[in-house]
């Protein structure tokens, strides 16, 4: 029967971890100002094609068509809800137009 040495190690019997309640945001606002207007694809094409911003704040949030990748479809997608006057433009998937937390779950990630 193998029989650990607790040698110079530590045991720990017991790790907690508390989870918070998943971070709000509002679908398509890149540039977390809490309002979706043109500066945010801005933000996102700036993000995917200047490095500039080098980090999103929210990949999540720049999911504006929550397809759970941040690439140029989002910022299109954002500019075609903005200006496109059809009634058939699809709408921005929620949290919008309230923040919340992502209802499908993907690898993105939001910082505050
Ligand atoms: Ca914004
Ligand atoms: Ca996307
Ligand atoms: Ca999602």
Redesign the pocket.
């Known amino acids: 029967m193998f029989k650990p040495s607790l040698g110079n190690w530590i045991v720990v019997e017991k790790i907690e971890v508390s989870v918070g309640p998943p971070l709000a945001f509002l679908r398509g606002d890149s540039n977390r100002d809490n309002v979706l207007n043109i500066s945010d694809p801005i933000n996102t094409l700036g993000f995917l094609f200047q490095g500039n911003p080098a980090v999103l704040k929210c990949q999540d949030a720049a999911?504006?068509?929550?397809?759970?990748?941040?690439?140029f479809?989002?910022a299109l997608f954002t500019l075609t809800y903005l200006f496109n006057t059809n009634p058939a433009t699809p709408a921005i998937p929620p949290p919008f137009p309230a923040a919340g937390a992502d209802p499908t779950p993907d690898s993105l990630g939001c910082n505050l």
């Open positions: 999911d504006a068509n929550d397809d759970g990748k941040v690439d479809s989002d």
